[in-house]
């Protein structure tokens, strides 16, 4: 399945740099507005020790982790959604995303005080013009509609529903109350026109170098502001700088650096993590002597359907699904033993997959 998330913020707040430590790619970072143009796309690892783990115990050949995409947006300036700057271009590009990364300058610079919360007020002003641009037009035609449907009780009450429910986000939207326009389209009996502003996010807090020396950061009022706002699950502090280097330096290089800075994880793999786990997915597993794959997975999908993410004939002529949690495999060492522990179960279509589990899928096509 397709994950894709974009880095989104004013010019020269570090989202190029961001991408570059993200992907190891070089798109170019220049300081200056507008730099990226075109959205760059790249595409990055999941970090998940558990497949190491399991391609271990049966020495597989091949090694295929789960992927994020990401895509480097170009800056948004005030007036984007009247077409200022890269205005609809970049509006364009951010409706093909499933999660949004707002990177937030929180150091000092030549573009200004460090204000975090006006550069994020400002986005999102932008993001809710354009949407309820959408919903206005989409008002119109739903009131153009009614004539049509006088004497189709079903379907006239289908449009009155949508009518309240673009009324109350029209609301929602011009009270910047992001909260409550993915509450209502999330808990919408009826559907209608796809909002921006409903789309999930994380707020990237790009800090200075020297404010990560013993976690600084931690005690500044930005970050502090920042968590009072958006709660420290949504907030990820990073240095876009430091973290590019980090992708510059072999594995031992880069271990040193890290235990110099006092740093346990990169902030990148926090990125990649907190996305995955905002956009609701877990990942359930494929291994072997030949290959050893991860695979994403919205969280309540049954065994058929996991089927199915990893061949359509799978899922087509699915018969059942030979299942064991990662834990039992790495405890036992063999998928031999695992099933002598009477571990390894055998489940039909409707079962639930969770997070972590080992498949095999029997078919018959």
């Known amino acids: 399945m397709?994950?894709?998330?974009?880095?989104?913020?004013?010019?020269?707040?570090?989202?190029?740099?961001?991408?570059?430590?993200?992907?190891?790619?070089?798109?170019?970072?220049?300081?200056?507005?507008?730099?990226t143009i075109e959205p760059h796309t790249a595409i990055t690892q999941v970090p998940?020790?558990?497949?190491?783990?399991?391609?271990?115990?049966?020495?597989s050949q091949k090694f295929v982790p789960a992927t994020m995409t990401f895509v480097d947006i170009?800056?948004?300036?005030?007036?984007?959604?009247?077409?200022?700057?890269?205005?609809?271009?970049?509006?364009?590009?951010?409706?093909?995303?499933?999660?949004?990364?707002?990177?937030?300058?929180c150091f000092e610079s030549l573009d200004g005080p460090v204000d975090p919360l006006d550069h994020f007020s400002t986005i999102i002003a932008e993001l809710g013009l354009k949407d309820l641009d959408s919903i206005e037009k989409r008002i119109a035609k739903v009131n153009g509609s009614f004539k049509a449907v006088q004497n189709k009780p079903a379907e006239k009450k289908q449009l009155e529903a949508e009518l309240e429910l673009l009324t109350a986000l029209t609301s929602a939207l011009n009270d910047q109350d992001l909260d409550r326009v993915r509450s209502l389209?999330?808990?919408?009996?009826?559907?209608?026109?796809?909002?921006?502003?409903?789309?999930?996010?994380?707020?990237?807090?790009?800090?200075?170098?020297?404010?990560?020396?013993?976690?600084?950061?931690e005690s500044t009022p930005v970050y502090k502001t920042l968590i009072t706002t958006f709660g420290k699950d949504r907030v990820i502090p990073i240095c876009a700088v430091t973290e590019y280097e980090l992708t510059n330096l072999d594995e031992t290089q880069r271990k040193e650096v890290m235990e110099m800075l006092n740093m346990e994880s990169r902030g990148l793999?926090?990125?990649?993590?907190?996305?995955?786990?905002?956009?609701?997915?877990?990942?359930?597993?494929?291994?072997?002597?030949?290959?050893?794959?991860?695979w994403?997975?919205?969280?309540?999908?049954?065994?058929?359907?996991?089927?199915?993410?990893?061949?359509?004939?799978?899922?087509?002529?699915?018969?059942c699904a030979e299942i064991c949690n990662y834990r039992d495999l790495v405890q036992y060492k063999s998928e031999a033993a695992v099933k002598v522990a009477g571990k390894m179960r055998t489940e039909g279509q409707?079962?639930?997959?969770?997070?972590g589990d080992w498949l095999h899928i029997r078919f018959n096509v």
């Open 185 to 217: 389209v999330e808990q919408a009996a009826v559907e209608t026109v796809p909002l921006i502003t409903a789309k999930k996010f994380l707020i990237i807090a790009n800090f200075s170098e020297s404010d990560f020396i013993e976690n600084a950061y």
């Open 2 to 35: 397709s994950i894709k998330a974009g880095l989104v913020g004013l010019p020269n707040v570090g989202k190029s740099t961001l991408f570059n430590a993200l992907t190891n790619s070089q798109v170019p970072a220049e300081n200056y507005p507008f730099c």
């Open 74 to 105: 170009a800056g948004l300036v005030k007036g984007a959604s009247q077409g200022e700057g890269l205005g609809n271009q970049f509006l364009g590009h951010i409706r093909e995303v499933g999660l949004i990364l707002h990177v937030l300058r």
């Open 48 to 59: 998940d020790q558990r497949l190491t783990d399991m391609a271990q115990i049966y020495g």
């Open 350 to 355: 409707h079962y639930l997959v969770q997070d």
């Open 296 to 319: 994403p997975l919205k969280k309540g999908k049954t065994v058929r359907q996991a089927a199915g993410e990893i061949h359509s004939d799978l899922e087509r002529g699915f018969i």
């Open 269 to 294: 793999d926090k990125i990649i993590a907190r996305g995955y786990s905002e956009l609701d997915l877990i990942t359930f597993f494929t291994v072997g002597p030949k290959e050893a794959h991860a």
